[in-house]
């Protein structure tokens, strides 16, 4: 395993969510503030509710949850190669240690504006200690069960996942070789040349792994491409349209490949002229778009001509439309329609976090 697969590997089983932002911050403050109110309630019940004590002791609460958060959050990448056991005491006497930084700026602060010195009532100090160390013991373990959750739901959801890849692969490594012996057939110059490339999608195809960058998979399209464009040569065109940075995006393994080759197949090489293939990939506000049109034979009218378009083609949309909303969590859509003798296919997704 390469040294970000294992680091990633690491963060993904760390059990704290990350606190620097984003919805594990939101969800700290949330249950901060449910705290606030369940002290005041048992401090005064709800026929002579006390909502100034209720404010006074709110601040208190978001301060220690604020500081508890930095430290967490700055502690983070140096405890994801510790085990389970210190990760949870070394985060748990940190937030002591905040609720301790608390509770001392309230004592100093509270002594000197209502009797003018900076004194402090170290047992006033212990007891903010000993109510904080319960609430902070509950939400890390809290957090450590919502985190084996998520890794049983998460191998849940790869195995899903492989399950739909292989029956991608075999088609994919039928079609390759299929060109492989049409082209040896013609030119074995180019077939020798399509050869390495093909060793580079085989092993990309069968890679262990359910999960790829942006830029492998189209990397990987690309080699695909350049199988096809020694074969069919000036009958196919294609142009790539990038205008975001590929690599730090996570989709599944061969989530582009199956709609180009259905391009390449039932698109351009039924034609006698050929045709082209336009990809473009963009975001707009937090979601990724990958537009793909392709150019159709032409049919004497527009039903013929969808049908052969999509013949074969339900399959691998129907696999892919599963493989993207297990993936993407609901949050992926893909699109198709047949509009001027060309075929659109529009794929858009929210990346995962992290």
């Not at 195995?159 to 292989?166: E, S």
């Not at 001027?340 to 997704?349: A, E, K, L, P, S």
Request: glycine residues 4%; contains cysteine.
């Amino acid at each position: 395993m390469s040294d970000s697969g294992e680091k990633q590997a690491q963060t993904d089983d760390y059990f704290i969510p990350n606190l620097c932002r984003g919805q594990g911050l939101l969800g700290l403050f949330v249950m901060a503030a449910l705290l606030a109110v369940l002290m005041a309630l048992v401090y005064s019940s709800i026929a002579a509710f006390d909502f100034l004590w209720l404010g006074k002791t709110a601040l208190l609460i978001f301060w220690i949850a604020a500081i508890s958060a930095v430290f967490l959050c700055r502690a983070r990448p140096f405890m994801l190669h510790l085990t389970l056991p210190r990760v949870a005491l070394i985060n748990y006497l940190l937030v002591l240690f905040a609720a301790a930084l608390c509770a001392i700026a309230a004592e100093y602060w509270n002594s000197y504006f209502l009797r003018g010195i900076w004194q402090a009532d170290f047992l006033a100090i212990l007891n903010t200690v000993l109510i904080a160390a319960i609430p902070a013991g509950v939400v890390l373990r809290l957090y450590y069960l919502q985190q084996r959750l998520h890794q049983q739901q998460r191998a849940v959801l790869e195995a899903r996942l492989q399950a739909l890849q292989a029956t991608i692969r075999p088609h994919f490594l039928f079609n390759s070789l299929n060109s492989l012996a049409t082209l040896i057939r013609l030119d074995a110059d180019k077939a020798e040349k399509t050869v390495e490339n093909l060793c580079d999608l085989f092993r990309y195809a069968l890679k262990n792994t359910t999960s790829v960058t942006l830029r492998e998979e189209v990397d990987a399209c690309e080699r695909y491409l350049e199988i096809e464009k020694l074969r069919l040569d000036e009958r196919l065109e294609y142009h790539w349209d990038i205008k975001i940075d590929l690599n730090s995006i996570c989709v599944p393994a061969l989530m582009l490949q199956p709609l180009i080759e259905n391009a390449v197949f039932h698109g351009i090489q039924p034609a006698s002229e050929g045709g082209y293939l336009y990809v473009t990939i963009y975001s707009e506000a937090d979601e990724i778009y990958i537009d793909l049109v392709n150019s159709l034979p032409h049919a004497t009218d527009e039903q013929s001509m969808y049908s052969c378009a999509t013949s074969g083609h339900h399959l691998a949309l129907n696999n892919l439309r599963c493989r993207l909303d297990t993936f993407f969590n609901g949050q992926a859509d893909l699109q198709e329609a047949v509009l001027q003798n060309h075929y659109h296919t529009r794929i858009r997704f929210k990346p995962l976090e992290g």
